[in-house]
């Protein structure tokens, strides 16, 4: 999967920190170890590069939104950080991630393990056609927690952590689907928790949903934060500038995205170090 | 009192028009043939009828040995046709668009799938007769039967799994889930439903088929003893007892009104699992 010729330096696109460097002086809370550490990571779907040398670092507990316009490889971004990238066709990634330092491209990586440490929230929310109960223990039960009663007590601590506890406390046994949207992604929220991870991957988790569904989940995610290293995509500037910590900026190029910005919230907002930054920030653009 | 927002344009009533009418056609169809069947065929059909033994070719007396191969031929089929039917289908299923074998499997399916039941018999009448040895019998009738069916069943299976949507994998991977429990736990049960639709279909097709028989079970009327005993299905005794015996023909009324039955029984069944398993799937 990592065998795709496609440094380019020539065509390299000068403002970005493809090389590191100014990424290096705006990695916010640089003296914690990192929970994510992307280094020159490029993708392609058949040859097409759409995202080109990114290099990031998140740290542990923070919650970062991941802005940019609409195909520039967000959701491609955030599959290859829990190699969910492997399902799909002719994608290649180029490049080291690791988690906690470990590297997760190595052919060597246990999936199943870093698909636990790195759970995923989708778009559209997808609970499986079980029932409330069987969403929760289906991951519990594969991932060697056998005794009933403690996945009973960890359900219930991750309803009560997405906040639905009260509203299906008496219906667990009732299909997932019968939850509206809204509950049905606070449900996928608590699967993904059950399982304790340590990154949550957030692919517009709100955009499917009305607005106060959505500011439940905002408010969620605000909770969750400090407990687990959040990567939050999101088109919504207000929602990122509300809940994030620090903001990461990917922009198109001809040749694929790169990563424009990376630095917290307040510096990015208030004094950005590129144009496009601020102009695509004030929503200007894109 | 809502009339005024119900007006449609005449194209739109003409469509209406002409669904309804193609519907009313077919069930009409339906219920001739069953008033055709019910007309000459129900004076007579009784428990005896079905749980005696035949006399005079099968003019007089019952069907009992009938239904008795019928079932054990079915059996014979079923049992090799639904597991190799379930495992070739999650198997393209799994496909994205994939190996160029599998494309190859599903080509040489469906003109399997077109190939006349006739030639499935003169197939089953040299492999599972004379190579495998097995003679006219039952075993040899199912097995044909099977290889019949399995093209039909297989490619609906498929796109029975197929239809199980994509967020799925994508969430039970995203969860690191095994692909045996996402497979077992997740996508079967979501997938019930269309696979015993297509289980219903080809017991459909294995129960209405004469000609393959003819030449790998056989057309004996007698009890079989054993799966390498040669029998006769409800379909092929009503074929003989129409073309073949003089007078026959009430007795082959009764026959098809039987094989109604049965397809009917086997059909609420079904649908019966399935409801329960969808059902079981949400607690
Ligand atoms: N499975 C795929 N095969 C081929 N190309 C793909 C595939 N998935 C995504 N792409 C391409 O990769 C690019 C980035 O897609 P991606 O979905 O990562 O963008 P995104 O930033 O998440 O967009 P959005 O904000 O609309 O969700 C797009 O140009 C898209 O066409
Ligand atoms: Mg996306």
């Known amino acids: 999967m990592h065998a795709n010729p496609v440094a380019d330096p020539a065509a390299r696109f000068t403002g970005s920190n493809a090389t590191g460097h100014s990424c290096a002086q705006s990695v916010p809370a640089a003296d914690a170890a990192p929970a994510l550490t992307l280094r020159d990571v490029t993708v392609a779907y058949h040859d097409r590069v759409v995202l080109r040398d990114v290099s990031l670092q998140l740290a542990v507990g923070r919650v970062t939104a991941l802005l940019g316009p609409s195909g520039c490889g967000k959701s491609s971004l955030l599959q290859c950080c829990n190699r969910l990238s492997d399902l799909i066709d002719g994608c290649r990634v180029q490049g080291n991630i690791r988690v906690f330092g470990e590297d997760i491209l190595a052919a060597a990586c246990d999936l199943r393990r870093l698909r636990k440490r790195v759970g995923m929230i989708f778009q559209k929310a997808n609970p499986f056609p079980l029932s409330i109960r069987r969403n929760i223990e289906l991951p519990l039960i594969e991932h060697g927690v056998r005794d009933a009663q403690q996945r009973d007590h960890i359900m219930e601590k991750v309803l009560r952590d997405v906040g639905l506890w009260q509203e299906v406390r008496d219906r667990l046994q009732a299909p997932a689907q019968s939850l509206s949207g809204g509950q049905q992604q606070r449900l996928c929220i608590a699967r993904a928790l059950a399982l304790a991870p340590d990154i949550l991957l957030m692919d517009e988790p709100c955009s499917a949903l009305d607005p106060i569904a959505g500011g439940r989940i905002e408010e969620l995610i605000g909770e969750l934060r400090g407990r687990y290293s959040i990567v939050l995509v999101t088109h919504n500037l207000f929602q990122a500038r509300r809940v994030a910590d620090d903001v990461a900026l990917l922009w198109p190029m001809p040749d694929g995205s790169r990563l424009l910005e990376f630095a917290p919230r307040e510096t990015i907002f208030s004094a950005p170090q590129h144009e496009l930054t601020g102009l695509y920030l004030r929503g200007a653009m894109g | ?283």
């Open chain 2, 1 to 283: 009192m809502i009339r005024s927002l119900r007006q449609r344009p005449w194209s739109d009533s003409l469509l209406a028009l002409a669904c309804t009418g193609a519907a009313l056609l077919l069930a009409g169809i339906f219920f001739f043939l069953l008033w055709d069947l019910v007309r000459p065929g129900i004076g007579g059909l009784s428990w005896q009828f079905v749980s005696t033994l035949p006399a005079a070719a099968g003019r007089d007396g019952g069907i009992a040995p009938v239904i008795v191969s019928t079932l054990l031929i079915l059996g014979v089929c079923l049992a090799l046709s639904v597991p190799v039917a379930l495992g070739t289908a999650i198997f393209l299923a799994q496909q994205q668009r994939g190996l160029p074998w599998a494309a190859w499997t599903r080509r040489s399916l469906d003109l399997l799938a077109a190939v006349p039941s006739v030639v499935f018999g003169l197939f089953g009448a040299v492999v599972f007769c004379e190579l495998l040895g097995l003679g006219y019998s039952i075993a040899a009738g199912g097995l044909t039967l099977a290889c019949m069916v399995l093209p039909f069943m297989i490619r609906a299976a498929e796109d029975g799994l197929r239809a199980v949507p994509r967020e799925y994998h994508l969430a039970a991977n995203a969860l690191g889930l095994s692909q045996y429990r996402l497979l077992g736990a997740v996508i079967l049960p979501a997938a019930a439903p269309a696979l015993l639709a297509a289980l219903v279909l080809a017991i459909a097709r294995a129960l209405a088929e004469t000609a393959a028989l003819l030449f790998t079970s056989g057309y004996v009327l007698r009890m079989p003893s054993s799966l390498f005993d040669s029998g006769r299905t409800l379909s092929v005794h009503i074929y003989d007892l129409a073309m073949n015996v003089n007078g026959g023909e009430r007795n082959a009324y009764r026959s098809a009104l039987v094989l109604l039955v049965l397809l009917l029984l086997i059909n609420t069944a079904t649908h019966t699992l399935s409801r329960c398993l969808s059902g079981k799937a949400r607690i």
